[in-house]
């Protein structure tokens, strides 16, 4: 029985590789191109540069459209706050 399957082995190795190099082939050819997948996930990425602005802008508007609230004094808190952490 040992004998039979390095036969076997022996006849279709080199058959099963030209099949499996086919296969290969013609899977390549219908996968899309990764090479450049850093910089497609990047190019996607929002520009977080300017966060600590945006954040502060965010807040500043939304404390001065409340009704007697205190606007006058919290940009320059939140101002303080993030050019804190700069």
Sequence with gaps: MERIGQLIATLFGPLADRVA????????AKLPDL????????????DLSNLPQQ????LTATVSSL?????GGIGAIVDGIFK???
């Design 35 to 46: 090479s450049d997948l850093d910089d497609q996930i990047v190019a996607k990425l929002p």
């Design 21 to 28: 190099d086919r296969i290969a082939d013609c899977l390549e």
């Design 55 to 58: 954040i502060s802008d965010v």
């Design 84 to 86: 804190r952490d700069r």
């Design 67 to 71: 009704p007697g609230s205190i606007s």
